[in-house]
């Protein structure tokens, strides 16, 4: 049986894709295959089966540090069968003076380095975009922060000496090509690549990767988007030029220039996805809460990939006025940052409350989003519709 996922990049290549997409749904293959590995994340909401992409229900991202268990899951490709972490090599080759071919334990022998960082897919709020855009339609949480530990990208590469040629990184996992879909690997410039805080992670949250999420390595490139932590990672190749991978050269790229909504635009057009952009999410009170009249706390988190938040601030009177939160909690460099507010809600109505973070650059969550034809680093402010019914 084929695939929802291989069937929209045949079509895509046809031409086809907005007639796929019309006739057969998201979950409408899926829900015609036989039941599969759930992979502990029966509280989190499954977008697909095969391969697995789950989203964290908001009501569980109310913690700065996400519990593995919670934290979403984005595959490109199935969770590969043959995951032994004795057998397991990593392997940096290509425009290097000593290719080298490392195991688990030799890796774990290295110098250790702990990256806490918000990871959050491209795609996250996808479900949002008007037209619509095809694709895994996320709502909100495909998102999370944990910690990472691993050894440092750049103390593989000193050890295999780049060459003067080197100019870019092309990371490769263990999962295999399926169908239509072509070989999932992403590129990094050799700079964000020796980069102190990229890694090669054997650790979430202090325990071993869990399968779904990468085991026994898996690349976390801190600050940019979450299809550069390459899962099952099992490959580093220094190269002279831009990869023609279908996944660099085609996919994961945005117009250089704001388009109109619903435009097509070629790949040549646009330019790779690298960071993330400023955004906030609130986790208190949820969407559709009723709540007792009076001050009513409002909180959530707020993130902008390799930058800092500045600011946040809530709304309740739909933007025509805005009041500061206050930024507690812990910080750190990739990750995100908890804001706090109490509002008042005295009177019993609907309140419309919403939330929009400013970076250390100066960059504002926008009024309107930035269209774009795969649905990518959707960013408007955040908001929640609550009623008030009273003491």
């Not at 949480?141 to 050894?151: D, M």
């Not at 590469?157 to 100019?167: H, I, P, S, Y």
């Not at 390595?217 to 190749?237: D, F, M, Q, T």
Request: proline share 8%.
């Amino acid at each position: 049986m084929l695939d929802r996922r291989d069937l929209l990049v045949g079509a895509a290549r046809l031409g086809l894709l907005g007639a796929v997409t019309r006739a057969w749904p998201a979950g409408t293959l899926q829900a015609q295959a036989p039941p599969r590995q759930t992979w502990g994340k029966e509280k989190l909401i499954a977008r697909s089966a095969r391969p697995p992409d789950y989203e964290t229900p908001v009501s569980l991202l109310d913690s700065f540090i996400t519990p593995t268990e919670h934290f979403y899951v984005r595959s490109h490709l199935p969770v590969p069968t043959d995951l032994d972490a004795r057998a397991w090599t990593l392997t940096i080759d290509g425009e290097v003076a000593t290719p080298l071919t490392l195991k688990l334990d030799e890796l774990r022998t290295l110098p250790a380095a702990t990256v806490t960082m918000t990871l959050e897919c491209a795609g996250n709020g996808r479900a949002f975009f008007d037209p619509p855009v095809a694709g895994i339609q996320w709502g909100k949480g495909a998102v999370g922060t944990a910690r990472w530990t691993g050894v440092r990208v750049a103390d593989l590469l000193k050890r295999a000496g780049v060459r003067e040629a080197g100019r870019f990184v092309v990371m490769n996992g263990g999962d295999r090509p399926l169908g239509t879909m072509p070989d999932f690997v992403r590129q990094m410039p050799i700079a964000k690549a020796l980069d102190a805080d990229t890694i090669v992670a054997y650790e979430m949250n202090g325990q071993p990767l869990p399968p779904v999420h990468g085991f026994p390595l898996r690349a976390i490139v801190p600050g940019w988007e979450g299809a550069y932590a390459v899962k099952w990672l099992n490959g580093l190749s220094v190269t002279d030029r831009e990869s023609d991978n279908f996944w660099v050269a085609s996919a994961y790229r945005y117009p250089v220039r704001r388009v109109a909504p619903g435009a097509a635009v070629d790949a040549k057009e646009m330019a790779p996805l690298t960071g993330l952009v400023v955004k906030s999410l609130i986790t208190a009170p949820l969407d559709g809460a009723k709540i007792g009249s009076g001050r009513v706390p409002v909180a959530g988190f707020a993130w902008a990939g390799e930058h800092d938040i500045a600011k946040v601030e809530i709304s309740v009177d739909h933007g025509v006025t805005w009041r500061p939160a206050q930024l507690t909690g812990e910080q750190a460099r990739y990750a995100w940052r908890r804001f706090e507010l109490a509002v008042d809600a005295s009177r019993p109505e609907s309140y419309l409350i919403m939330s929009r973070a400013t970076d250390s650059r100066g960059n504002v969550q926008p009024e309107a989003p930035h269209w774009n034809p795969s649905g990518y680093l959707w960013n408007v402010p955040d908001r929640v519709r609550v009623e008030i019914v009273g003491a």
